[in-house]
């Protein structure tokens, strides 16, 4: 019987699944991560002064208190992150559902388990991720 040539990306892809044993506690502790960031959001809208309806009643338009405005920025800040949290999370549970949980989006090699452990949220590999930003930092120096 004659063996049918693979080339080595298929053959990498056939092989590479976590088991389920090590993705069903990542999915729960990314789903778990990920209620709670969507709580946080949700918490942050309504401290938002910007957010606050009767916030024009007591101010004037061009008298903002820069506390405000301050307390504004910050709350923007932390939303900013949390959204980013949550696309990242959500992108890993469709990761895990597909079976690709734990395998580098961009060069389809595992990512290294101890990174797992510390961002379980990733999909990228290290060397990958520091390749993407620093292409990222070039285009937005030039
Ligand atoms: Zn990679």
């Avoid at 069903?24 to 938002?48: I, M, T, Y």
């Avoid at 301050?70 to 800040?77: N, R, W, Y």
């Avoid at 990761?95 to 949220?121: A, H, Q, S």
């Amino acid at each position: 019987m004659k063996k049918k040539a693979t080339t080595s990306e298929s053959r990498w892809t056939k092989n590479l699944r976590l088991p389920q044993e090590v993705l069903r506690p990542v999915q729960g502790f990314l789903q778990a991560e990920l209620h709670r960031l969507l709580a946080k959001e949700k918490a942050l809208k309504k401290s938002d002064p910007f957010a606050n309806p009767d916030r024009t009643l007591d101010n004037a338009a061009d008298d903002t208190d820069a506390a405000e405005q301050f307390g504004h920025a910050q709350t923007e800040a932390i939303q900013k992150h949390i959204r980013m949290r949550i696309i990242q999370i959500r992108k890993a549970l469709a990761r895990v559902k597909i079976g690709k949980y734990g395998i580098c989006e961009r060069c389809g090699r595992f990512i290294d388990t101890r990174r797992l452990m510390m961002f379980p949220e990733t999909t990228l590999g290290v060397e990958c991720e520091r390749e993407l930003r620093a292409k990222k930092k070039s285009k937005a120096g030039a």
